[in-house]
């Protein structure tokens, strides 16, 4: 029966079956705590209240009785923190609900209050799956209500910012009963520049999570006080799964222009020029591409200038910008990855789409490391800077700080593998809450078709069918360009019905969609947007006629993604029917596309098979398993990593802002900072790349963690007992004693397009030196380059990219490999070379030039001597400044500055002649940051 809801008993078992795996839950139940519990709330509504003595009992209080109570129980934070007195405050809680809302707890939300709170007696959070419709937004101002009481302060996380002042305005006369204030972190029409923000003041405060990170990075980066000193005491969580596992590596960033970067762009013209050559289509050489970039800039005559602080980030990023501009060319593609959007300036920009999980336009948000521009290119709109992060802070480092006072609520906590990473990361546990009433909801059986003509008709033809039943249809697609397509096709064949788009979070018009009652016969057309958070409303005459019908048409790997979108319907008890509608071909390349090993774990599998819905699920959970391990083994790790790297930056910023709070050297920190992160990033990237390139070549990448010079590589697959110095410096010696074969690269040592050169001249020498083949994977080609030696007395393999990283791999279950390099026919024919023994070289300078130019491998360090090396250069302006733009604009500064106090103070004779010599001294001081600028770069 779905007209009532379930009895006390009924939910307590349903509850005590659904979470076999909590043995705390089994343990309450078990031990009738939550019962017990749930009667004494009972009890104490019934009866006086032991904190104030009123003349009634709680169950008539009204609103100024509360109030009275609050009062005293604000000054009087330790007794609500005592367990035996949890009962009346909540009974107290639950007759305020009733004095705002003229509605009552259902007993199930009070078990949800009561379970969520028991969670951290055990010293953790608790994360709880209560479908949507059930009272989410309840629950969660009852928990800030008792932890505000308790005189903790309480941040409560939505999905979005329009959410969060929503529950402000909606909450904001409960709240007042207790005497506790409630704003929201949003800026809405007015723009932060510094200080406390008031909302901080406040109880409770509501906000989306990057509202939250915003303002700690003001706060912490920027030392603008933002935050207030608030303390990190409990946070509540909506939508919690997709906060902390599909937006666990999300980030939050404040912009940090970095001055100069756009003499950057006309690289990246250049790069999307030459991929887009029919020279390059043939040869795919992106190697070449790296090559005459670099000539470009290196050349006497350079075509394209770049400031000589910017060049070893240049260089340092070519392979990936080349990568980032196929990737923009071939694979992103607009309403699917992105769409274009025109701004409050009128000015056309990429907006990324969060197509496979929310379905959100993600309006503030840029792709790194060239991709946004490449788009920009493509579709040839104003093309922005590339820039650096120097300030982030991640979801995973947010949470982190409320330690295990995490409360969460979700509609699904998804398959045991997604709730083991929520445990294991955030120290909780979870819980499942049953409905309050029967679900009553019939699951289609899903259809398969062959191709995404049948997909089209298959999805038209079914959702016209039930539309004609005097029902609603949600229809929801995985991109904008799929939802196009079936909203054009029904508004040709169902034009005697209503058809509506939502496809644009950001579109009044569209969103509108979602706010109105469905009626009978509408058809909406959505993406993921509207699989997650939505409560879609009916009318009567729907819910007769079977009540609102959901069509999947994909299926997500994500478990939690897909029973997100079917519970959208027969929600409070109400009817609905839901169905799934794949086009197989699609679906396949897809999966192929994220867990390729299904394939080769099932060798018998047949096409037939793969029509099954029960293979396709399976392959689904392999997929989604493989994804988790990689954000728990991988993501976490190095998310965590950055997190704590930039706290110790914050530290490091504030120490130097005591020394000299200089504008412009703390500038230049940041952007060194920015650099440096940069260069940790490029090598995590390098790694993945060639990890993927050595897997297809069925080798095996090998790590070793503590040393990735090439010097260090070669000696552990030798088996040398040579230290890394000494084989660089037995190479350098090979060269000098025979300068004859590195006769064009000794010639222009001294010219920057010898840096072309290095890496050839370092494999051949070391070919040379050790009578080795020398094979190398980069992360920028499948094929590897071989240096090959006549008559070589064994092969060296490594895999890596210059100046910045090497590894071995190896080789022992690749024949192809092996027999690529057997058959290469280029091989080194200079007269054999005897290994060099130490020996006295007259020629020191020449040694010195080489040892210099050889050094550039070994230039990473860590994030301490990186601070150490900081530190020391901050005394010294000349040192710490490495950009000359921030010389220049010290110096606009200085002349504005002088100009200004001029105007100021000319109207009084006397003061000519101080006016003067101020003048004078900021005029001299911007010569000299002048030519500072000049000694840097002489461009300028």
């Given at each position: 029966n779905n007209t009532i809801e379930k009895p006390f008993q009924q939910l307590i078992k349903e509850i005590f079956d659904e979470n076999?795996?909590?043995?705390?839950?089994?343990?309450?139940?078990?031990?009738?705590?939550?019962?017990?519990?749930?009667?004494?709330?009972?009890?104490a509504y019934s009866q006086k209240s032991s904190l104030i003595q009123p003349t009634s009992p709680i169950e008539s209080w009204n609103q100024d009785n509360i109030k009275e109570w609050s009062t005293d129980i604000k000054s009087n934070h330790i007794w609500a923190k005592e367990q035996e007195n949890l009962s009346e405050i909540t009974a107290i809680i639950q007759r305020a609900i009733y004095l705002y809302s003229n509605y009552k707890l259902r007993h199930v939300q009070s078990l949800s209050i009561l379970l969520l709170l028991d969670s951290?007696?055990?010293?953790?959070?608790?994360?709880?799956?209560i479908a949507t419709g059930e009272g989410r937004s309840t629950i969660i101002s009852i928990i800030a209500i008792i932890k505000a009481l308790q005189g903790l302060h309480v941040d409560i996380v939505t999905s979005s910012t329009t959410?969060?002042?929503?529950?402000?305005?909606?909450?904001?006369?409960?709240?007042?009963?207790?005497?506790?204030t409630v704003s929201h972190n949003g800026e809405n029409n007015y723009i932060y520049i510094s200080g406390p923000k008031k909302c901080y003041e406040s109880s409770i405060i509501y906000g989306d999570v990057s509202s939250f990170q915003f303002d700690i990075l003001r706060d912490e980066f920027h030392l603008l006080n933002t935050r207030a000193k608030r303390s990190f005491d409990v946070v509540i969580i909506d939508e919690v799964d997709s906060m902390l596992i599909d937006e666990n590596n999300k980030i939050a960033r404040l912009?940090?222009?970095?001055?100069?970067?756009?003499?950057?762009?006309?690289?990246?013209?250049?790069?999307?020029?030459?991929?887009?050559?029919?020279?390059?289509?043939?040869?795919?050489?992106?190697?070449?591409?790296?090559?005459?970039?670099?000539?470009?800039?290196?050349?006497?005559?350079p075509q394209i200038t770049v400031p000589k602080h910017l060049q070893t980030f240049v260089?340092?990023?070519?392979?990936?910008?080349?990568?980032?501009?196929?990737?923009?060319?071939?694979?992103?593609?607009?309403?699917?990855h992105y769409m274009i959007k025109t701004d409050e300036q009128n000015i056309n920009r990429i907006t990324p789409i969060d197509y496979s999980n929310t379905g959100i336009i993600q309006s503030s948000t840029m792709w790194s490391d060239g991709l946004h521009q490449f788009l920009q290119l493509k579709h040839r709109l104003k093309l922005t800077s590339i820039n650096l992060t120097t300030n982030f802070l991640s979801n995973i480092g947010f949470f982190d700080r409320y330690k295990n006072k995490i409360y969460g609520l979700t509609g699904t906590l998804g398959s045991n593998d997604a709730k083991q990473l929520l445990c294991n990361v955030y120290s909780v546990d979870t819980i499942i809450i049953p409905r309050y009433k029967s679900l009553c909801h019939i699951k289609l059986p899903t259809i398969i078709v062959d191709n995404k003509k049948q997909w089209i008709d298959t999805i038209v033809q079914s959702c016209i069918k039930e539309a004609n039943r005097n029902r609603s249809v949600l229809i929801i697609l995985e991109t904008r360009i799929d939802a196009k397509i079936i909203f054009k096709e029904l508004r040709k064949q169902y034009s005697h019905g209503i058809v509506k788009l939502y496809t644009d979070n950001t579109d009044i018009g569209e969103s509108n969609v979602i706010y109105s009652q469905a009626t009978s016969g509408d058809i909406i057309v959505a993406t993921n947007l509207a699989g997650r958070g939505t409560d879609l409303k009916t009318n009567k005459q729907v819910e007769e006629n079977g009540g609102l019908h959901v069509c999947l048409t994909f299926m997500p790997i994500n478990l939690r993604v897909e029973q997100q979108a079917l519970g959208r319907t027969s929600r409070q008890g109400n009817r609905g029917t839901s169905q799934m509608i794949l086009n197989i071909e699609n679906f396949i390349s897809y999966l192929l596309s994220v867990y390729p090993k299904y394939i080769d774990e099932h060798p018998n599998l047949s096409t037939d098979d793969l029509h099954e819905i029960k293979y396709l699920r399976e392959w689904c959970q392999k997929a989604e398993t493989d994804q988790l391990y990689k954000i728990r083994t991988k993501?976490?790790?190095?998310?965590?990593?950055k997190d704590q790297l930039f706290q110790k930056f914050c530290h490091l910023l504030s120490n130097l802002r005591e020394i000299d709070d200089d504008e412009y050297k703390l500038k230049s920190v940041k952007e060194q900072w920015g650099l440096w992160l940069k260069n940790i990033d490029r090598r995590d990237k390098i790694k993945f790349s060639l990890d993927r390139n050595i897997k297809m070549a069925g080798c095996q990448l090998i790590d070793n963690n503590s040393n990735n010079s090439i010097y260090h590589i070669i000696n552990q697959q030798l088996q040398r007992h040579t230290t890394d110095q000494e084989l660089k410096e037995q190479m350098i010696k090979h060269i000098l004693q025979n300068k004859t074969c590195y006769k064009d690269f000794l010639t222009n040592i001294d010219n920057d397009t010898n840096i072309l050169y290095i890496e050839e001249t370092i494999m051949k020498?070391?070919?040379?030196?050790?009578?080795?083949?020398?094979?190398?994977?980069?992360?920028?080609?499948q094929l590897p380059i071989v240096y090959k030696r006549r008559n070589a007395i064994q092969t060296i393999f490594l895999a890596g990219e210059f100046d910045v990283v090497y590894y071995s791999f190896d080789t022992n279950n690749s024949e192809n490999v092996l027999k690529y390099v057997s058959e290469y026919q280029d091989e080194d024919d200079d007269t054999l070379v005897e290994l060099i023994t130490m020996k006295n070289y007259n020629d020191k300078h020449l040694y010195s030039k080489?040892?210099?130019?050889?050094?550039?491998?070994?230039?990473?360090?860590?994030?301490?001597?990186?601070?150490q090396q900081i530190r020391d250069q901050y005394q010294k302006q000349d040192e710490i400044v490495k950009n000359p733009f921030y010389h220049i604009a010290k110096a606009d500064m200085l002349i504005i500055k002088s100009h200004q106090f001029f105007i100021r103070t000319k109207q009084f004779v006397r003061q000519i002649v101080s006016v003067g010599t101020k003048q004078s001294v900021e005029r001299e001081n911007a010569l000299q940051c002048l030519n500072a600028a000049i000694q840097l770069d002489p461009i300028y």
């Open positions: 076999q795996n909590n043995i705390s839950v089994l343990d309450s139940i078990k031990k009738e705590k939550i019962q017990t519990f749930f009667q004494s709330i009972q009890l951290n007696e055990r010293d953790r959070g608790r994360l709880a799956q959410l969060a002042q929503r529950d402000t305005e909606k909450y904001v006369k409960l709240y007042d009963m207790f005497h506790l912009a940090d222009y970095i001055l100069g970067m756009e003499f950057l762009n006309p690289i990246l013209n250049a790069i999307w020029q030459a991929i887009n050559n029919p020279t390059f289509e043939k040869t795919l050489n992106k190697y070449a591409i790296i090559y005459n970039i670099k000539s470009l800039i290196l050349d006497n005559n260089f340092s990023q070519l392979p990936l910008w080349i990568e980032n501009a196929l990737l923009a060319r071939d694979e992103y593609k607009l309403d699917h993501d976490i790790p190095e998310i965590k990593l020498a070391l070919m040379r030196t050790l009578n080795t083949n020398i094979v190398v994977f980069t992360n920028y080609d080489l040892n210099d130019a050889f050094n550039k491998q070994d230039n990473f360090i860590d994030y301490t001597e990186f601070e």
